[in-house]
């Protein structure tokens, strides 16, 4: 009797905590030693937090069997979900603390949002594509991510009401930084975002703000899908 009691339990905290019908754990720890560990990301709270979300129910379906590929995905409206190690390498350099409030602008998917999710206190993402706001946000609570706010609208003006934030993650491409974004970082708070022409390739650069001073890293090159809205009619 008080083994099948043991049994009922297992088999309900099974159930109840997703692990019994992912199929994709495996892949999922795979991804992450051998694209992302290997290649050199070794903050432990951004592994463990790949390692937990399920990117395979944030691509489209037909995708489904590529979500733990190391390259961008389709997510509809012409936009994609970013390569993971794309994610992990821009989630490390923000050097995020458990008790952060992170500010991403484009939502997409949900995906980032959920990683930053994992890790941080206060997550807040803005999107420009109603669709996507409405399907991300719709999985991310679906998913128990409570943490995390889904905004619709143009991200250049940022979050207001919640600012300052300590760390901005841009993840459509612009080639100049938002003034606004800059204004709601926390002093000693990093943005990091594709900079530079929004048709080819971008820098991807990490912006730390210390005492009104603005330092500039800059950690390679990238490609994402530009930025819309009021970026492109400025500068
Ligand atoms: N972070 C996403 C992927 C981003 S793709 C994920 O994890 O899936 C880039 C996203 O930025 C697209 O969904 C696009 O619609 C959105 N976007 C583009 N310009 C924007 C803007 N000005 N404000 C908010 N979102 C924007």
């Not at 500010?103 to 109603?130: D, F, N, P």
């Not at 002093?187 to 330092?215: A, C, R």
């Amino acid at each position: 009797m008080k083994r099948l009691i043991i049994i009922l339990i297992t088999l309900y905290w099974l159930s109840v905590s997703g692990l019994a019908d992912d199929p994709y754990l495996s892949r999922r720890k795979l991804m992450v030693d051998r694209h992302i560990a290997a290649r050199g990301i070794s903050d432990e709270s951004v592994l463990k937090a790949m390692r937990k979300v399920p990117r395979h129910l944030m691509v489209s379906r037909e995708f489904r069997s590529q979500a733990y590929a190391d390259h961008p995905l389709p997510i509809g409206e012409s936009q994609t979900i970013s390569q993971p190690y794309v994610v992990a390498l821009m989630t490390e350099a923000l050097q995020l603390k458990p008790g952060d409030r992170v500010l991403e602008i484009g939502t997409g998917s949900g995906y980032q949002a959920a990683v930053l999710a994992e890790i941080v206190s206060e997550v807040y993402s803005i999107e420009i594509r109603k669709n996507l706001a409405d399907s991300a946000r719709k999985i991310l609570t679906k998913l128990g991510y409570h943490n995390v706010e889904v905004k619709y609208g143009d991200g250049y003006y940022g979050w207001e009401a919640h600012a300052p934030f300590d760390a901005i993650i841009i993840t459509a491409a612009a080639n100049h930084i938002p003034p606004s974004l800059i204004k709601q970082l926390k002093d000693g708070g990093t943005l990091i975002l594709p900079l530079g022409s929004t048709v080819y390739y971008q820098m991807l650069t990490l912006v730390t703000k210390k005492n009104e001073q603005i330092t500039i890293r800059q950690m390679g090159s990238v490609r994402f899908v530009p930025m819309m809205g009021e970026v492109r009619k400025k500068k």
